[in-house]
């Protein structure tokens, strides 16, 4: 049995439109029952959502965290970064990693009553390995059996799927495969009564994923007011009732948010470290901090001829002073990034590209850079760590001789530019990578070039892609240890994305409030908010 030694990757592309300070919503109010879940509680969102909660869609960081309240998959990650069975009471996997064996909790139901089966998986991983319904994540299932035939049109099913009764769902991988858990098997199960009449191309269209009011999360959907707040109610169906009734998420920015942090307007908040000692004088709140398992970083489009060349790429991060911004904007809470793997999943010898002027210059040189060549960097602005370093990237390019046009960009906006591969950097963050470091195919891998997967740097490297695919298949820990250091240094030698840092996260919670389990960002999913109580 191969428990809880793998965990959920969540290719954290964190987009979304410009957060609107001021926002107002309804107010938290008094408990009307002994016993009942009838108070309600407002949590701050980083940004404001893109409006369409569906896993087939980009990963979006606050739509993510909206749909932790509302949805859920097999497995979860826990604020420790472990797997949790959640819609499966159990699972297994065989010594061969090559069968993941999931039985369901018995008597589960959807919002609306109805019966939830193992159909409903099957129906939902089928629609994920499928590029026709436009899954932003579909080249992570390429490693189970009879994929590549479902998506060639040479099978009509997936054989690596199958349903031997309604409480049991089986995956099939086509080899032995210890990371595939870390990258499906958190995937939210969509109800197949509600989308099961659409077309493959046509069912992420369905209106349903603006208004998903079914669902099998602890709340269900009741609205979503743009600029305001989203809305979700306790479901009655969910096999361990939520505590609290109501909960409104509302998007604004971080001085913002902890502003009503200090008035009571906001009951759980992340907070930026430039905030930490007004946060500490509000009596009304405790704060909890915990190390992050993304990071924030810039992708540089290399479907465009001048970032192609891994020097340029190299000389971009020696540009930067990262150790700097690290201790100036974000008061230490942070550390600097290497590489694409977590800090402790990283080798020792690593490449630091410690700030080196000189050595930029130089490398750009060689490159051939055109210095009279404009490029842009986008990034959704009201974050405050965000804002101060894309002014400061901006600013420490131009010293080696690189000119930045910054640009505001909306969550509506980004997708297409990734689409149409229009964009030259983009600044983001988020993602799961303090697991298993499998996980790290879902943002470098060739197939997962966007939209199959989270590479929207269009990065590839076919001599990496061949390490973890080794290391992967690999039932040896040593070998496998060994077979991702070398994948570690080889990406970050290639500078695949300009790594900046890992924050921490930082949250303050409301005293009433009790539960709640911090997670390692602003931009992570919140953990079990079933559990959550409100005492007072």
């Known amino acids: ?37 009838a108070k309600s509680l407002n949590v701050y969102l980083y940004q404001e959502p ?16 909206v749909m932790s309240f509302i949805d859920e998959g097999l497995l979860g990650v826990d ?18 990693a090559t069968t993941f064996t999931f039985k369901l909790r018995s008597g589960l139901k959807w919002s609306d009553g109805t019966p939830f089966t193992s159909k409903d998986v099957l129906f939902t991983y089928t629609l994920m390995a499928n590029p026709k319904t436009t899954s932003s994540t579909a080249g992570n299932y390429t490693g189970v059996e009879g994929v590549a035939d479902f998506a060639s049109g040479k099978a009509t099913t997936i054989s690596g799927f199958s349903t031997p009764d309604d409480n049991t769902f089986v995956i099939k991988a086509t080899k032995p495969n210890f990371g595939l858990l870390a990258l499906i098997g958190s995937v939210w199960i969509m109800p ?15 209106p349903f994923f603006r208004k998903p009011t079914v669902g099998m999360g602890p709340y269900t959907f009741v609205e979503y007011k743009t600029n305001q707040y989203v809305h979700v109610t306790a479901n009655p169906n969910y096999r361990n009732p939520a505590k609290i009734k109501d909960v409104y998420l509302k998007p604004m920015t971080s001085d913002n948010a902890t502003a009503q942090l200090g008035n009571g307007g906001i009951d759980i908040a992340s907070y930026s470290p430039t905030d930490s000692e007004t946060v500490a004088g ?15 970083r810039i992708a540089l489009n290399q479907s465009k001829p001048y970032f192609k060349d891994a020097k340029v790429r190299q000389a971009f991060l020696y540009a930067l002073d990262r150790k700097q911004i690290v201790q100036t904007v974000l008061g230490g809470k942070a550390e600097v990034r290497l590489s694409d793997f977590a800090k402790a999943n990283e080798p020792a010898g690593l490449n630091d590209y410690a700030q080196d002027v000189a050595k930029a210059k130089q490398l750009l040189a060689e490159a051939g850079w055109d210095t009279n060549r404009e490029v842009q ?17 901006q600013s420490q390019l131009a010293a080696v001789g690189v000119k930045v046009k910054l640009v505001n960009i909306q969550a509506a906006e980004i997708p297409k530019t990734y689409a149409e591969k229009t964009y030259d950097m983009v600044l983001y963050g988020g993602g799961n990578y303090a697991v298993d470091s499998s996980t790290i195919n879902g943002i470098t891998a060739c197939a997962n070039a966007y939209p199959a997967g989270g590479n929207i740097n269009f990065f590839c490297n076919e001599q990496l892609d061949q390490l973890m695919a080794q290391a992967n298949s690999t039932a040896d820990e040593a070998q496998r240890k060994s077979l991702y250091d070398q994948a570690a240094k080889l990406e970050n030698d290639q500078a695949d994305l300009m790594w900046l840092y890992s924050p921490f996260g930082l949250w303050a919670v409301n005293k009433k409030v009790q539960g709640f389990q911090a997670p390692g960002s602003q931009d992570a999913l919140f953990w079990d908010p079933a559990s959550w109580t409100i005492t007072g």
């Open 1 to 37: 049995m191969f428990r809880n030694r793998v965990r959920v990757a969540l290719v954290g592309l964190a987009v979304a439109t410009l957060a609107v300070a001021g926002c107002t919503g309804p107010a938290t109010t008094s408990n009307d029952g002994a016993g009942a879940a």
């Open 50 to 65: 893109a409006g369409v909660f569906s896993p087939l869609a980009p990963v979006s960081g606050p739509d993510g965290q």
């Open 192 to 206: 197949e009564h509600i989308l099961g009449k659409d077309a493959p191309d046509a069912v992420a269209k369905n």
């Open 79 to 96: 604020p420790n970064y472990k797997l949790q069975p959640r819609l499966a009471e159990s699972y297994t996997v065989s010594p061969d």
């Open 377 to 393: 960097l986008q990034w959704v602005h009201g974050q405050r760590d965000r804002d101060a370093t894309s002014t400061i990237v």
């Open 282 to 296: 509000f009596n009304t709140v405790t704060t909890q901090e915990k190390p992050g398992a993304g990071f924030v």
